[in-house]
């Protein structure tokens, strides 16, 4: 990007709430379900079908606006989008504009300048439409209605962002607060959570905004980063070839690296709003405001602050601890338990993410428990077992129930610290390797290792390593 250009950037983001029932539905929202088998006159618009709001709905989306600082309405209603879409059997989504459940708030980022406050300029709930599945051979397309009427909130920031590292902190920030309160899931790329990001550029100094672009249903972070730095680039050089920038709404296609034009920019009244007429104005009482509020959960920001003053963590092993509820969840647990928060997080950043990784699970999904893995950190600190066993442990109890001090016993994995046994296991070894030995008497320290490794395969390393090292350092020296 031209230096003599910033850009300022403002996002939309939809979140899909995770209630069990659609938003004015007593449909399920289940993630692949068979096509058009989650659906019913209300959410198929048939004739003389009436929506009711769902509760759970609306407070999902008020325990969020209390998260990001908002303003929540006291009253606020519903209103009607008008537009034709394939996937949307109304012909009108049920929205807010005029009077939104959450106004005025912000999130704090960190940036590389320091902390910044992100204004949000309201929160609303709404409904989302169908989904389009386009057939390979371009020939048709085909409309699953399941996702027709699934609840969301959309969330959408002022214009203060102004390059994508900014815009992925303040999204990855929403994310977590969402996920913390579950309420969301978030995933990307399954759709529950969807950013659009309006972008323009401006020289530096000027204080009039450019015209501004918006690219649509961004689904992963790095599709963030890459459209926003092409686009950006685009505008600087229509700009600085005497063009104008055209007020659109773009496509960005993450497989080719480009963006394409979809449809000139929609204003408020191309949509036609006016107040939803099957719908009464939602009041919200200060009751069930200060019941949420009660309940918020700590969030990862806050987390990450009591990390660092109590445990002295650095700031890139509190963001893999924090980085979901679950995952904090684990590790306050098994803290509880132990009492050893150096090695939990060890444990956690190295063996939980590398087999959450091969296993391709996510963490609700293991089957290890905080009991365990304190059950192990105990075990080899009385130096039950060795470290190398702990592992192999772990990676079991990871994807299978079982119970973990039997399968210890059961597979004779207790560390040997019976000395004669040992010795008479060492001797074998040396009688069998004279030349590491007369390697090690010469002076080539390093085959005193190669002893020790003999001496571990043959105990399946089971043997306790000190000793063998010692013993083996004894023996070596022996005349």
Request: glycine content about 4%; aromatic content about 6%; hydrophobic content about 35%.
């Amino acid at each position: 990007m031209s230096n003599a250009y910033e850009m300022v950037i403002g996002v939309e983001v939809h979140i899909e709430l995770s209630t069990k029932t659609k938003i004015f539905c007593s449909c399920a929202t289940t993630f692949g379900a068979k096509p058009n088998t989650q659906v019913c006159p209300v959410c198929m618009a048939l004739p003389g079908s009436l929506p009711v709001l769902n509760k759970k709905v609306l407070e999902y989306a008020t325990a969020v606006g209390i998260a990001t600082n908002c303003d929540i309405s006291s009253t606020c209603r519903f209103d009607r989008k008008n537009y034709f879409y394939p996937d949307n059997p109304q012909n009108y989504q049920i929205s807010q504009l005029y009077v939104p459940l959450c106004k005025n708030g912000f999130i704090d980022i960190d940036t590389k300048d320091g902390a910044k406050a992100i204004r949000i300029h309201e929160i609303h709930m709404e409904e989302d439409a169908g989904k389009l599945i386009h057939e390979e051979n371009g020939k048709c397309s085909v409309v699953d209605f399941n996702r027709a009427g699934v609840p969301l909130i959309e969330v959408v920031s002022k214009p203060d962002m102004s390059n994508a590292d900014e815009v992925i902190a303040f999204v990855e920030s929403l994310r977590l607060i969402a996920q913390y309160l579950e309420v969301s899931d978030c995933k990307l790329q399954e759709g529950s959570m969807r950013v659009d990001v309006n972008l323009s550029v401006r020289k530096k100094g000027e204080e009039a905004m450019g015209t501004r672009t918006e690219m649509k249903n961004l689904n992963s972070f790095r599709a963030i980063k890459r459209a926003i730095e092409h686009e950006s680039k685009r505008q600087i050089e229509l700009l600085e070839s005497g063009k104008n920038v055209l007020q659109e709404t773009r496509r960005w296609d993450d497989n080719v690296g480009n963006s394409f034009s979809m449809r000139s920019k929609e204003e408020a009244k191309d949509y036609r709003y006016f107040p939803e007429p099957d719908l009464p104005k939602v009041c919200v009482s200060k009751e069930l405001i200060m019941s949420i509020k009660a309940v918020q959960p700590e969030f990862a920001f806050t987390k990450a602050k009591r990390y660092k003053d109590e445990y002295g963590f650095s700031e890139e092993d509190i963001a893999i601890i924090t980085s979901t509820k679950q995952m904090a969840h684990f590790f306050e647990s098994t803290v509880a338990l132990s009492n050893k928060p150096r090695e939990v997080a060890n444990w956690i950043i190295g063996e939980m993410m590398r087999n959450l990784k091969d296993n391709s699970m996510e963490i609700e999904e293991i089957k290890l428990k905080p009991k365990q893995l304190a059950m192990l950190i105990e075990l080899i600190e009385e130096r039950k077992i060795n470290r190398g066993i702990a592992k192999e442990v772990f990676e079991k109890a990871f994807v299978e129930e079982i119970d973990l001090e039997n399968y210890i016993k059961s597979n004779n994995m207790l560390l040997v610290c019976d000395e004669e046994m040992l010795i008479k296991v060492i001797k074998e070894v040396i009688k069998n390797n004279p030349q590491s030995v007369e390697d090690y008497r010469a002076g080539k320290l390093k085959a005193k290792g190669y002893i020790v490794g003999q001496t571990m395969r043959m105990m399946k390393g089971t043997a306790d390593p000190e000793i063998v090292n010692n013993k083996v350092e004894e023996l070596l020296a022996a005349p």
